[in-house]
């Protein structure tokens, strides 16, 4: 992904998860990171969906029912943090 791509990705991760202490902002984890890897490991046409619903809503355009695809990536890169795991009590 593109720096804008990531910028935009951070912003997706706070707007879907909106974390409240004592959850950290999404800045400090590695959920950006994780959306990338996600992103990247997708089939070539969801790649080019997801990026073109990213740089459209950074542009604040409507993406429609994408908008739900991309809140529930940002969830699963979020959550799927070892230390936002840790604060909520999971132990792997």
Known sequence: MTRIERAAAARVIEWAVAPAPPLPPG???DAVAAFSRQ???GPPLNRLGLR???LARAAGLPVGPVD???QSLAHLCY???AGV???LGYAP
């Open 79 to 81: 959550y799927g943090d």
């Open 68 to 70: 739900r695809a991309l």
């Open 27 to 29: 800045g400090e984890t």
């Open 52 to 54: 073109a619903a990213l």
């Open 39 to 41: 992103i990247a490991a």
């Open 85 to 87: 795991m840790r604060l």
